[in-house]
């Protein structure tokens, strides 16, 4: 938890311009002055130089008048000085009015105001006020295009710029864009900054350290060292800057000799030339972090020490670097186990951090987390939970003030921080559990909880339905350009094309739509009122209950590969808080239990332990909060880890000899929150609204394409072929609606299955449209709108275990790198012409479909009004399971498109079985317009005939 000094070069061109620009030559004492100061500035004696600053200004104003470019310069030079003193509110206002007067006397598209704009965007990033920056670099963007073009190395420094404004609000993915996009715009410029070239190199370097990839950066790293040399000398600071960051790459690899030689040179080479340098003490510290985690704790000490009384000394006790450093030293404490020291230095550095950036910055949050850590490690539970508290308020606070604007990668990434806290949090839970804190600790567990599970998914909806509900055709336009140009990133990938441009068009495409939903203020308080465990409580009948599954690592000064997981339980009778039950062995429920059930139901043989392992505690907790005369009987289920994998339905209860389904009717829902509005939201559906539609598709042509070319297939040449037979689930029959190798079967049970379902639509009178064979293609999937109901009966794929170039054959089309770092690539449905490309992914289809539709493309179907989507195909309910946001595959492709219900497949299903199923299903359904209780029907009724789960239990519906 170390914080190293990176060094990066963010405003390349834009600060030694200020200290250039529009500077008169006159015989006058402002010019004097200024010199001086900017000398003084250049030392690092940045407290010194203010006042000299000052006086210049006034000189200026004296001399030139108030709106002369002297004056202006001038301005832009306290403001920067104190932007290096971390006076923040100072240099904003310097800033400021230096924007005004260039605007009101020169006009916004000049160069002077571009330079002050971006100095100006740097103090908003360096102060987490990422809104207003994002909105300056915009701005600046089409000026710089019009003063310098694309192809000038103005324009490369903004590029540069972006991408250490996305590397800081972690959008890493677009950090590495933007960087690559100014390298390669300055190849294009005629005279380029040779070192801005590096230096950019040496930010790439700096980003591939923060996504672990040190061997990148050290090349990186080696390539700026060798080649600054060529232009400057071994002490200048860009080249110092290289040998610190390749310190640090080393150090990330523990080649800790390695880097305490590189730190040890540039010390010795700051202590002849910048002694008191800001870059001399931040190597000081590294080197010090260094020897921390080598458990030299006594020279790390002595270094930390030093560099702690010389940065107070020049720039003052009110600076980040001390904030710093006070965070390093209390860690230091924390490792040796001196648990005063470290919390009279954390306490330091949060009362630092807090005056600098506010309690809501992320620097503040972290401080506060590592106090919390230092307090828990000391089993102060109740103190560490008092800081989780506010640390978590503050991280929510932050959650709904910064997913504004940003992308969903950079949601994402943010998230997956924060997140953390959340988990954090639930060990301290269960430990207080049996303590005058449980209570607040268990409300305030459940509360975290239905804020954060599904809540990726959740914002992405919001914001969708949102736009549609405006009807505003300019920002729909801006969504649906957005869309195409995913699609244009997929067949991109898929051809093998060069892709950089076209991620850079989806991103931009992207930030449009968010700009514009910003300012039309969709985005703003998407989360609105999150409800709480109690509100849930307050909707619950007398005989439901509600039940939040929540997986956590435990912690232990860190967090262990040790897996518990939380059963958090409401129901009509709880009073004061949520009831917790702890499955404190989660690695057995993860990988023996799971092996254990999955391979009953494989195997078709009775399973009489998965009861006991996923359901029995849970069901004697739910004993004891029902009245005596009226037994819970119905669930609302919210799983999490494993329970995404399992259909609980399905469990056998060897004491009842019943199965689960036979006891409790199971809702399952991504979130309990969900249960508010469910009885509303799923209310019996009136068939004889003319509104409804319903669309059909299935038995496809696997063999042919829609236009029903025949293709003449290299069966030697073809090297293209998809899965092994272990790479998927184990060998099927061709009786299941699954496919292994190239050969893909045809599934006559599909055509059965949509032709009755067809037949029974009809009698209710309901529009419906079918496609079958060549029909059920993908442009006619992609082409349909909202209907009621959307049934699809295919194969079906869930890839795992695909590990990044492992192999130069491509799987779907795809490299195997981009298969493993996208998981809605790796799932999907079989549709006609499939077969072909599977075979032969070499044969040119001139940019028409290939009948594998991903995940990926699920996404960008337009179903915002479908109130049910069946997957009838295998394993459709399967993909990447990740904490608190559900499973990456078909079921969150679908409902990213729109899809309030989603009934889909555990494991390989039985083709005549499922016609049967489905059949049965939408019997019930259309006479009762129930589509829950028409599933739990049919299952029931379809067991009197297959008494295996194997051929009743594969779907679960997803509802909400």
């Not at 330091?348 to 949050?365: D, E, I, M, R, T």
């Not at 090297?719 to 061709?734: A, K, M, P, Y």
């Not at 690539?825 to 077969?835: D, I, T, W």
Request: neutral net charge; contains cysteine.
């Amino acid at each position: 938890m170390s914080k190293i000094r990176l060094f990066f070069y963010s405003c390349l061109l834009w600060i030694c311009i200020l200290f250039t620009n529009s500077v008169v030559k006159a015989q006058n004492n402002w010019d004097a002055i200024s010199q001086e100061a900017i000398v003084v500035f250049n030392k690092g004696q940045y407290a010194k130089a203010i006042p000299l600053f000052e006086k210049a200004l006034e000189m200026a104003e004296k001399e030139f008048g108030n709106k002369h470019s002297n004056y202006v310069t001038t301005l832009n030079n306290l403001g920067l000085n104190h932007y290096y003193l971390n006076q923040y509110d100072k240099a904003e206002r310097y800033y400021l009015k230096a924007n005004q007067i260039i605007a009101e006397s020169l006009g916004k598209n000049t160069s002077s105001y571009v330079y002050n704009a971006i100095n100006l965007a740097l103090l908003y990033k360096k102060t987490g006020n990422y809104p207003k920056a994002w909105q300056l670099y915009q701005e600046t963007e089409p000026i710089i295009i019009a003063l310098y073009g694309k192809t000038s190395q103005n324009y490369a420094t903004w590029e540069n710029n972006l991408g250490n404004f996305f590397q800081a609000i972690g959008d890493l993915s677009n950090a590495e864009v933007y960087f690559r996009l100014s390298l390669g715009t300055m190849r294009e410029v005629k005279n380029p900054s040779p070192t801005a070239y590096i230096s950019t190199k040496n930010n790439l370097g700096a980003l591939y350290i923060e996504t672990r990839n040190y061997e990148k950066a050290i090349e990186e790293f080696l390539f700026c060292k060798e080649n600054y040399l060529k232009f400057i000398d071994n002490t200048h600071p860009y080249y110092l800057s290289t040998c610190n960051n390749l310190a640090v790459a080393y150090e990330s690899q523990k080649k800790y000799a390695e880097a305490e030689l590189i730190y040890q040179e540039i010390i010795a080479i700051y202590e002849k030339t910048q002694k008191h340098s800001l870059d001399h003490f931040n190597t000081l510290n590294n080197l010090a972090n260094l020897y921390t985690d080598q458990n030299k704790y006594k020279e790390a000490r002595q270094l930390y020490q030093y560099s702690l009384e010389n940065i107070i000394q020049v720039l003052g006790e009110n600076h980040e670097n001390v904030a710093i450093i006070y965070s390093n030293i209390g860690r230091l404490y924390l490792a040796e186990r001196n648990y005063t020291q470290a919390d009279l230095y954390l306490n330091k550095s949060l009362y630092l951090n807090a005056n600098l950036f506010g309690k809501s910055h992320p620097s503040y949050q972290k401080a506060l987390a590592l106090a919390a850590f230092n307090q828990y490690a000391q089993g102060n539970l109740e103190i560490t939970k008092t800081y989780l508290d506010t640390l978590i308020d503050k991280s929510r606070k932050l959650v709904e003030n910064l997913f504004e604007q940003m992308s969903e990668k950079e949601k994402e990434i943010y998230y997956a921080e924060v997140q953390t806290y959340f988990e954090f949090y639930n060990n301290i839970a269960w430990q207080l559990k049996d303590t005058p804190y449980q209570i607040t600790s268990a409300k305030n567990m459940y509360d975290n909880t239905l804020f954060s599970k599904g809540l990726l998914i959740n914002n992405y909806n919001s914001i969708k339905s949102n736009i549609i509900a405006t009807k505003d055709s300019v920002l729909i336009n801006a969504f649906n350009d957005w869309t195409n140009a995913r699609e244009d990133w997929l067949k991109a990938i898929q051809t093998n094309t060069n892709n950089s441009k076209i991620e850079e068009k989806v991103y931009l495409a992207e930030k449009k739509f968010y700009f514009l939903a910003g300012d039309n203020n969709i985005t703003k308080k998407l989360t609105q009122k999150i409800p709480s465990w109690k509100d849930i409580q307050q909707q619950l009948k007398e005989d439901e209950a509600a039940i939040e599954m929540i997986r956590f690592r435990k912690y232990a000064s860190d967090f262990t590969d040790t897996i518990f997981y939380a059963a958090m339980i409401v129901s009509a009778k709880t009073t004061e808080a949520p009831l917790l039950i702890l499955l404190n062995n989660g690695n057995e429920l993860e990988n023996k239990y799971f092996n254990i059930y999955s391979n009953s139901i494989k195997n078709k043989t009775l399973d009489k332990i998965s009861y006991q392992a996923y359901w029995e505690k849970i069901n004697e907790a739910l004993l004891t909060l029902q009245d005596e005369n009226q037994a819970i009987k119905t669930i609302y289920f919210a799983p999490d880890g494993v329970f995404h994998k399992i259909n609980l339905n399905a469990i056998y209860n060897p004491k009842t000899e019943k199965y689960i389904i036979d006891e409790l009717d199971i809702h399952a829902l991504n979130n309990t929150a969900d249960a508010i509005d469910f009885r509303e939201n799923n209310a019996k559906i009136d068939f004889k609204n003319k509104e409804i539609k319903a669309i059909l598709m299935g038995f496809p042509d696997y063999k042919n394409y829609p236009n029903k070319d025949t293709v003449s297939i290299n069966w030697e040449n073809s090297q293209n072929t998809i899965f092994n037979t272990n790479e998927l689930l184990n060998d099927t029959t061709n009786t299941d609606r699954f496919f292994v190798g190239g050969e893909v079967v045809s599934l006559i049970g599909t055509q059965t299955e949509t032709n009755n379902i067809y037949n029974l639509l009809q009698k209710k009178k309901i529009q419906v449209e079918m496609f079958q064979t060549t029909n059920a293609n993908e442009e006619n999937l992609k082409n349909i709108a909202s209907p009621f109901v959307l049934h699809i009966a295919t194969h079906g794929f869930f890839m795992r275990n695909i590990q990044k170039n492992t192999s130069a054959i491509q799987a779907l089309g795809f490299d195997t790198e981009i298969l493993a770092q996208n998981p809605l690539l790796r799932s999907g449905l079989l549709l006609a012409g499939a077969e072909i490309s599977l075979k032969n992914k070499n044969q040119s289809r001139d940019n028409l479909e290939d009948g594998i539709f991903t995940s990926y493309e699920a996404a960008n179907l337009q179903l915002d009004k479908t109130y049910l989507v069946v997957l009838s195909a295998c394993e459709t309910g399967l993909g990447e399971v990740r904490n608190g946001e559900g499973v990456y595959g078909l079921q969150r492709a679908f409902q990213m498109a729109g899809a309030r219900n989603i009934l889909m497949s555990y494991w390989t299903v039985n083709d005549k079985a499922t016609q049967e199923l489905m059949t049965l299903f939408y019997s019930h359904w259309l006479k009762y317009g129930d589509a829950h209780t028409a599933l739990r029907y049919a299952q029931i009724t379809l067991r009197q005939q297959y008494k295996e789960p194997y051929y009743w239990a594969a779907f679960m519906m997803i509802e909400k």
